[in-house]
């Protein structure tokens, strides 16, 4: 590998320093940005010609499960860092339902120890509660310490209030967000998609709107109540995000995420009864799929993620039986060009901000801009060049792709991470 890559000609985004298309050359030195000009000299550095294409900060996503330890079937740490690069994302969080749970400081070493030569940086979010069983709050300064740089419960949320809101005071107190996965399990139980024209005429149990909005509004209750921080993980409804806005006027700490196939998608998807395309909270009404979009729009929802979530093909290959998820590094920056920037709804500069300068910032991690001296993290793609998606040609263990057979406009080049090239596709 050389130690000198500079990326000539290319259109830079880079919300990090307010940089909206400049045509700059990008040299990268030693794993960091060395400068950002125009026409630098090429002297011995490798060469990539960046005409017809921006370059911009890496990904930042913030919800993902690597499913490492404990179902490395579905997907590991090296696998899912893999498809990471192929995406775009350069910084990732990962989710604590893994097996055991990311409840102690030897497994948060674990996965920070396996990833320290992946193709993504991995950053850990630890549980909120033992076991991820919602009866005892794990060690949370001693997981910090050991280099967790986040906590949920995520897909077992934190039923009990009182455990709910000491863990956000702790967590305040550490400088760590709590992600939250806002679910009532009470009003969700057994159902498997949104509850509706859809689910009824597929006679299916349904989940109501109301298991979100009921969880969502405790969460918010809770931060201004305590006057804390919490994150709101992958909204999906109309009543979630107007709840979100009005919260955020009255100065409440509340941010929140959404992911693109709540933008992209509705409940109608499910009507070939693909389980693929089952996951939680499940897609939603055209209502609420225009409400996400404008809360995208207005900054309600500063953050897209992906919820990375794979399956094998065995487990998702019944209806009704599968688990929930679908997976969607790869095609996330794709699914946000064609389904926000090209509508009108985002620019490119809006959604790359969305994407890795606020999620970066709400964690608190070295990425989301190209300044000088920052780490080498970036992505190159071509905006206009569409491709369709082909779950098999993807580069994970999983296929369980939401977006397959779709046809998306935007595709990813180069990535570099660390100041290494870890995808190329010129």
């Not at 050389?2 to 940089?19: C, E, F, T």
């Not at 997981?143 to 305040?172: K, T």
């Not at 009005?246 to 100065?251: E, H, K, S």
Request: charged share 25%; proline share 6%; net charge negative.
């Amino acid at each position: 590998m050389m130690s000198k890559l500079l990326i000539k000609g290319a259109k830079v985004i880079d919300p990090g320093q307010k940089i909206e298309g400049a045509l700059l050359d990008v040299l990268i030195e030693n794993g960091k940005i060395a400068a950002l000009k125009r026409d630098l000299p090429t002297g011995d550095a490798e060469v990539v010609d960046g005409r017809g294409c921006v370059a911009a900060p890496g990904l930042v996503d913030m919800h993902v499960h690597l499913r490492d330890p404990g179902f490395t079937e579905k997907e590991d740490i090296l696998t899912g860092c893999e498809a990471a690069a192929a995406g775009g994302v350069t910084s990732l969080l990962c989710m604590p339902n893994t097996r055991p749970a990311i409840d102690s400081p030897e497994t948060v070493r674990y996965v920070l120890e396996k990833s320290a030569d992946a193709k993504a940086r991995v950053y850990v979010a630890a549980a909120i509660t033992r076991g991820l069983n919602g009866e005892a709050l794990c060690g949370m300064e001693q997981l910090a310490e050991a280099g967790a740089s986040a906590f949920s419960d995520d897909g077992r949320p934190v039923a009990d209030s009182r455990l709910m809101a000491e863990a956000m005071q702790r967590a305040a107190a550490l400088g760590r967000p709590v992600v939250s996965h806002c679910e009532d399990l009470f009003l969700s139980a057994g159902g498997l998609m949104n509850e509706g024209a859809v689910s009824r005429k597929l006679g299916v149990p349904g989940v109501p709107a109301a298991a979100e909005n009921c969880a969502t509004a405790r969460e918010i209750a809770l931060a201004e109540s305590y006057g804390v921080p919490i994150h709101i993980c992958h909204v999906s409804t109309a009543v979630s995000a107007a709840m979100i806005r009005d919260a955020q006027r009255r100065g409440v700490r509340v941010t929140g995420e959404t992911a693109p196939h709540y933008f992209a998608l509705t409940e109608e998807a499910l009507l070939d009864r693909d389980a693929d395309k089952r996951m939680s909270p499940p897609l939603r009404t055209e209502e609420d799929r225009l409400a996400i979009c404008e809360a995208l729009r207005d900054g309600t929802l500063a953050v897209i993620a992906t919820d990375h979530a794979p399956h094998t093909p065995q487990e998702k290959a019944d209806f009704e039986k599968a688990p929930n998820g679908s997976i969607g590094m790869e095609t996330s920056l794709a699914a946000g060009i064609t389904e926000l920037v090209g509508p009108g709804i985002l620019t490119l500069y809006q959604l790359l901000e969305r994407m890795s300068t606020a999620p970066a910032r709400l964690l608190g991690l070295p990425a989301g801009s190209l300044e000088p001296g920052a780490p080498a993290d970036l992505v190159l793609f071509n905006h206009r060049e569409s491709w369709t998606v082909d779950p098999k040609a993807l580069h994970g263990k999983s296929e369980n792709a939401v977006f397959k057979g779709r046809t998306l406009l935007g595709r990813v080049r180069l990535t570099v991470c660390r100041g290494a090239v870890v995808y190329r596709a010129l």
